[in-house]
């Protein structure tokens, strides 16, 4: 099993940067691929970035592709996001969430059931 905790998030005014974290605990972290995906209030959990297990093979959505970047470091199992430029529209819970393969191949299979396992979520408020 995996546990995940996200973290990192908090108030930021529009156009700073935040960088979230997911740490993970239980065995085999660099068997999985990591997601990160965000609900905003009244609207659906979207899909916004992955991570293949091995850290060379990312993914974006376009509501966000150019300013976030995930990354890893299996050593310290912890996924980051570094969110850059953020926007009112970025307001939303922050999830990160394992899936036991090797790769995504495109964002899009990042649908809201995606995942083996999902941690708790960090809110991440832009203000204008």
């Known amino acids: 099993d995996v546990q995940l905790q996200a973290s990192g998030g908090g108030l930021v005014q529009a156009g700073g940067s935040l960088r979230l974290s997911c740490a993970a605990s239980?065995?085999?972290?660099?068997?999985?691929?990591i997601g990160w995906f965000r609900q905003a209030p009244g609207k659906a959990r979207e899909g916004i970035s992955c991570?293949?297990?091995?850290?060379?093979?990312?993914h974006y959505a376009d509501s966000v592709k150019g300013r976030f970047t995930i990354s890893r470091d299996n050593a310290k199992n912890t996924v980051y996001l570094q969110m850059n430029s953020l926007k009112p529209e970025d307001t939303a819970v922050y999830y990160c969430?394992?899936?036991?393969?090797?790769?995504?191949?495109?964002?899009?299979?990042?649908?809201?059931?995606?995942?083996?396992?999902w941690g708790k979520g960090t809110l991440v408020t832009v203000s204008s």
């Open positions: 991570i293949s297990s091995s850290g060379g093979n990312t």
């Open positions: 969430a394992a899936a036991h393969i090797e790769y995504v191949l495109s964002i899009r299979e990042l649908l809201p059931q995606w995942g083996d396992y």
């Open positions: 239980g065995s085999n972290f660099d068997d999985y691929s």
